[in-house]
């Protein structure tokens, strides 16, 4: 049923901290099993450890704040091309298209948290922070991701006629 008109945007309910809606949305992107209060704990940790990073290097990212920094690095990942299989004429082609806004906050939550847990051995909270900061400053694994996207767009760019 596609085209169908959900209240989703209008039910989220901001974070109790911060009162943003886009970090109550990653809470819920991190969430497991419906453990809320274990995901804000990864979070609300992983925040406060980013501001203890900038009170040691202040110039090192340009945001003012712990939340500057989470937007800072959600707004980098974010792809703006991606590629998305089209079959014509009996052969399947790599079509790069432009990403909806809705689309490119979720593959930004995606592949910052594909990041952080496929890293082993350390404290979750703390392998988010090392995401969250290496993505405000332009690199870590979720802006290779993005950077891969970007470019597997421009490879097949030959193809973009086919877009609708």
């Not at 609300?44 to 945001?63: C, F, Q, S, T, W």
């Not at 707004?75 to 299989?85: D, Q």
């Not at 082609?93 to 990041?115: C, D, E, H, N």
């Amino acid at each position: 049923m596609s085209g169908r008109i959900t209240h989703s945007e209008e039910q989220l309910r901001p974070d109790p901290k911060f009162n943003d809606k886009v970090l109550a949305k990653f809470i819920n992107c991190i969430m497991l099993d419906g453990k809320k209060t274990a995901a804000e704990r990864i979070i609300y940790n992983a925040l406060d450890e980013i501001k203890a990073r900038m009170e040691k290097h202040p110039d090192a990212v340009d945001a003012q704040d712990e939340m500057g920094v989470f937007h800072l690095a959600i707004g980098n990942v974010k792809p703006f091309l991606e590629v998305r299989s089209k079959r014509i004429g009996g052969a399947n082609y790599q079509v790069p298209m432009q990403v909806k806004t809705g689309r490119q906050q979720s593959l930004a939550f995606r592949w910052i948290i594909s990041a952080v847990r496929s890293e082993k051995g350390r404290s979750t909270h703390l392998k988010l922070c090392d995401e969250l900061w290496a993505a405000a400053r332009g690199e870590g694994k979720a802006m290779n991701t993005r950077d891969q996207t970007h470019r597997m767009a421009e490879a097949n760019k030959a193809f973009a006629h086919y877009a609708r």
